[in-house]
């Protein structure tokens, strides 16, 4: 905060909270704010209703639980003093912001982000036991998937996405973020909702999902999120040859993510061995973004990203190439950058795995 010439730090909903005081605050109107002045002691201002939720940590935090009759935001304001700039929690609601922008009219104003992302971005090795403890659960659902478990011709897409969620839950999930099946044409649409499309032998499936996973009783959790291309029945060798880039694509991004590559240079490698095949076009979002205690954060592996990879930095390699109104395929890891090289979490079959039922 001094370095970056930050008087008081405001986080509320989001991750920025949990990851600082292990605490997730409700996403409801009533305001749960902790405020950390540079000069002073962090003070998280709740609704009295919920202080019993909060993990008491006194020697990182007080607590100010605040009554129905009070206006939380006064309460926010006289803790904050008069900071002449302040950083608050990029997903604070806008209402919450208006209003101490009334109660701190001389303040400037910049995101949370700007300090807690590169400070999430680096994962500990707690952190990374989390995410490694999640790809795992994850992996086990791809596996099952693979290995015809999970049957796919007849069904549609929203009962196999149901399917699969019910297994990341089994397979130690407290919650499911997304289980994206887009088969045959919708395979070319990279945010796909599964639909009542049946599915057909002979068709491509593309299973993106993830959840969040906890690994002790009240921490917070930590996420998985990858993609397996399956086939229903022997692929085309048209479909094979455009996978097969694919696939050396991903395989160059994740080899490439070594600590002190910028991260555009990471989404140039990837990206370049899929122009070079000519689907460059056909290659129509970023290379991965960042995970952690959210599914998508810091770093973004884009082009205009020039934050050198550090080791600790957890992100997606999950390029793909979508052909508008026939098919598309997509193939993601979690990988963890570290000194000794990059290490992809998932390890289930990279392969266009064959499912005849
Ligand atoms: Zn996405
Ligand atoms: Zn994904
Ligand atoms: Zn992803």
Not at 88 to 98: E, K, M, S
Not at 150 to 166: A, F, K, N
Not at 227 to 239: K, L, N, V
Not at 335 to 348: F, I, Q, R, S, Y
């Amino acid at each position: 905060m001094a370095a970056q010439g930050v008087d008081v730090l405001m986080v509320s909903v989001g991750a920025d909270l949990p990851y600082l005081i292990g605490y997730e605050a409700m996403p409801l109107p009533r305001l749960t704010m902790l405020v950390l002045p540079r000069d002073a002691e962090a003070t998280l201002v709740i609704p009295r209703l919920e202080v019993a939720r909060v993990v008491e940590r006194p020697d990182c935090f007080s607590i100010r639980g605040w009554e129905e009759t009070e206006d939380p935001i006064a309460i926010v304001a006289q803790l904050a003093g008069r900071p002449g700039t302040a950083a608050i929690g990029d997903q604070t609601w806008a209402r919450h912001l208006v209003d101490l922008m009334g109660f701190l009219p001389s303040t400037h104003w910049r995101r949370s982000v700007e300090l807690v992302g590169p400070l999430r971005a680096r994962k500990d090795a707690a952190e990374i036991a989390a995410l490694q403890t999640a790809a795992a659960a994850a992996d086990r659902v791809a596996r099952q998937l693979q290995g015809g478990e999970i049957p796919l011709i007849g069904r549609t897409e929203s009962e196999v996405s149901e399917d699969l969620s019910r297994r990341l839950l089994a397979e130690g999930h407290a919650h499911v973020n997304f289980a994206i099946v887009a088969a045959g044409e919708n395979a070319a649409s990279p945010h796909h909702h599964a639909s009542e499309r049946v599915i057909r032998a002979g068709e491509v499936v593309l299973c993106d999902f993830g959840g969040t996973l906890s690994v002790a009783e009240g921490e917070p959790g930590y996420c998985s999120d990858m993609t397996r291309m399956i086939f229903t029945g022997e692929p085309p060798a048209e479909f094979r040859e455009l996978y097969d880039v694919l696939f050396a694509a991903q395989a160059t991004g994740v080899a490439s993510a070594t600590v002190g590559t910028a991260a555009q240079d990471v989404d140039r490698a990837t990206r370049k061995v899929i122009a070079d095949a000519g689907y460059g076009a056909q290659f129509i979002h970023r290379t991965g973004h960042g995970i952690g205690l959210f599914e998508h954060e810091d770093p973004y592996i884009v082009e205009g990203n020039e934050v050198l990879l550090e080791a600790g930095h957890a992100f997606s390699i999950e390029p793909g190439i979508y052909i508008e109104g026939r098919w598309g395929a997509r193939l993601e890891d979690i990988v963890v950058a570290t000194d000794d090289g990059p290490v992809a979490l998932n390890t289930a079959d990279h392969s266009l795995v064959v499912v005849e039922a």
